[in-house]
């Protein structure tokens, strides 16, 4: 599989919440939850993401954060999350086809990934959390307007 250069680490916050971090990350007036807060804190504090970019996906709020290599905010976005609470995946979910994934199954992973651009079976370029697994960010999915999926 073809690798881009760009490489981010990605933080998915379910309820974990961790101790006071040293230092406070600004998220400028964004709505974040206390558990991002601290993940992003301890991340810049600690070094912990070794001088690369990061996000953080606020399950929560439902709310994607970027930051830097240094450690500083940038944006936010809304992001859609997985149909049913939860933290972890099925096995084998990667390998599933889409249709054989109840929605019981159908969550987003917390955790902590190391993430890369590349592309998915459509030929779109997505950011891969954990290829694996088939969890990836990617644009808004609008093919059935029923779903209502940019409101």
């Given at each position: 599989?073809?690798?881009?250069?760009?490489?981010?680490?990605?933080?998915?916050?379910?309820?974990?919440?961790?101790?006071?971090?040293?230092?406070?990350?600004?998220?400028?007036?964004?709505?974040?939850?206390?558990?991002?807060?601290?993940?992003?804190?301890?991340?810049?504090?600690?070094?912990?993401?070794?001088?690369?970019?990061?996000?953080?996906?606020?399950?929560?709020n439902a709310?994607?954060?970027?930051?830097?290599?240094?450690?500083?905010?940038?944006?936010?976005?809304?992001?859609?999350?997985?149909?049913?609470?939860?933290?972890?995946?099925?096995?084998?979910?990667?390998a599933r086809?889409?249709?054989?994934?109840?929605q019981s199954?159908?969550?987003?992973?917390?955790?902590?990934?190391?993430?890369?651009?590349?592309?998915?079976?459509?030929?779109?370029?997505?950011?891969?959390?954990?290829?694996?697994?088939?969890?990836?960010?990617?644009?808004?999915?609008?093919?059935?307007?029923?779903?209502?999926?940019?409101?």
């Amino acid at each position: 599989m073809m690798k881009s250069c760009i490489r981010c680490l990605s933080v998915i916050t379910g309820c974990l919440v961790l101790s006071a971090a040293l230092a406070e990350v600004d998220f400028r007036k964004e709505a974040v939850s206390q558990a991002t807060t601290d993940i992003a804190n301890w991340i810049v504090s600690s070094g912990d993401h070794e001088a690369k970019p990061f996000i953080i996906i606020d399950k929560l709020n439902a709310k994607v954060f970027v930051f830097d290599h240094f450690g500083y905010f940038h944006a936010a976005a809304p992001a859609l999350l997985g149909l049913t609470k939860g933290d972890a995946l099925s096995p084998g979910m990667g390998a599933r086809k889409l249709s054989t994934i109840r929605q019981s199954e159908r969550v987003t992973p917390a955790g902590r990934f190391l993430s890369s651009f590349d592309y998915n079976l459509s030929g779109d370029i997505v950011l891969w959390v954990d290829y694996d697994s088939g969890v990836a960010l990617h644009p808004v999915v609008t093919t059935n307007p029923s779903e209502k999926r940019l409101e």
